[in-house]
């Protein structure tokens, strides 16, 4: 096992360095990417006429891999406009006028908060908040699709799957208009109340309820954040993605009670949850072959939660040891902070 991360590793600095500029590719996964621009066969026509935003979120890392990216949705028709919300000065101006000549990009760049916050979530919120503003502001009756910079969805009829999703699983909450479509990918399944904040997909008012929250301004020790502990007591000190979703919680007037049935049943709920392969996720921020964490799928600390996880789920007649789970299984999460 160490010796694949190893391997792993240094592929991708081989593969961020040399020499991949020509196509604009920077990962074996482009030479699919090529192939779907190459073949019009492989999209169904999406005769829905509320328009689909894809909001791109997040720092430019690797510009090149980011243009091969809006290259490839630019060419799938899937989405009206395509917003990127990022930093100033992250974009150099030859890069922004090579973006705008693909004819629907519309770039935000934000200001840093002086504090990052714990695992950078106030970095999330602002880029993620100021994005879905501006859509909201020019488009108040869309679908949004959130990402990030760093990630790409090659999945050719991506909106139209997801689309569908909403339509066969509709919802009863008197407030949000449909579900929130999350990926399984770091919807952890025993840690309460983390559910992924990297892909969403939902309508405008949805998604900006779940984001219109407060940044996170507490200053906690690293070593407090990641002395060992319980599942569930590690979910209390309500970080990150936990952050999120309580806050979201309290919005809709949702109860929360920090035990895992309830976390099931909030995804059962307003949610659904749909694995990487359906969307086509690729994320080569960790591992050269994005299945970081499916290798650890019998280790319950670090199992997500899937979308067999959800669908069985929705049957709630399941018979589970909770409590087992929340309080014996020790944990421990390695957290950043920064300041600006």
């Known amino acids: 096992m160490f010796l694949k991360k190893i391997t792993q590793f240094v592929l991708d600095k081989i593969l961020i360095i040399f020499p991949f500029n020509i196509n604009y590719s920077l990962s074996f996964k482009d030479k699919t990417i090529l192939n779907l621009l190459n073949n019009d066969f492989n999209y169904i026509k999406d005769t829905d006429l509320k328009p689909t935003i894809l909001l791109l979120q997040g720092p430019i890392s690797n510009y090149r891999y980011l243009y091969t990216s809006i290259k490839y949705y630019s060419t799938s ?5 395509i917003i990127i919300s990022t930093w100033k000065n992250d974009l150099t101006i030859s890069e922004k006028n090579e973006l ?3 004819g629907f990009i519309e770039i935000i760049e ?3 908060p002086n504090y990052f916050g714990i695992s950078n979530i106030n970095l999330q919120i602002v880029s ?3 994005g879905l503003i501006y859509i909201k502001k020019y488009f108040p009756n869309c679908y949004v699709l959130k990402s990030r910079t760093d990630q790409r969805l090659i999945n050719p009829n991506l909106n139209i799957f997801l689309k569908s999703l909403l339509s066969t699983y509709p919802i009863s909450n008197p407030i949000l208009n449909k ?12 840690r309460i109340y983390s559910i992924s904040d990297m892909f969403m997909f939902g309508e405008i008012s ?3 309820l779940y984001w219109s929250v407060s940044l996170d301004e507490r200053v906690i020790s690293l070593e407090e954040i990641q002395k060992p502990r319980s599942m569930k007591s590690w979910s209390k000190l309500n970080l990150a993605e936990v952050y999120l979703s309580t ?3 309290k919005k809709i007037g949702q109860n929360y009670n920090w035990t895992i049935c309830d976390y099931w049943e909030s995804l059962s709920n307003l949610f659904v949850v749909v694995d990487p392969d359906a969307i086509g996720f690729e994320w080569r921020k960790y591992t050269f072959n994005n299945k970081n964490g499916t290798l650890n799928q019998f280790n319950l600390r670090e199992k997500f939660y899937n979308f067999s996880d959800w669908l069985v789920n929705q049957n709630k007649k399941i018979e589970f040891n909770f409590e087992k789970i929340e309080n014996k299984i020790n944990f421990h999460e390695n957290i950043k902070i920064q300041k600006n």
Request: glycine share 0%.
């Open 128 to 130: 993620t908040q100021n």
């Open 247 to 249: 806050s979201f919680f």
């Open 100 to 102: 705008e000549v693909l």
């Open 179 to 190: 579900r929130i479509v999350v990926c399984s990918y770091n919807t952890f399944k025993f």
């Open 77 to 81: 028709n899937s989405f009206h406009k």
């Open 206 to 208: 949805d998604l900006l």
């Open 110 to 112: 934000n200001i840093k």
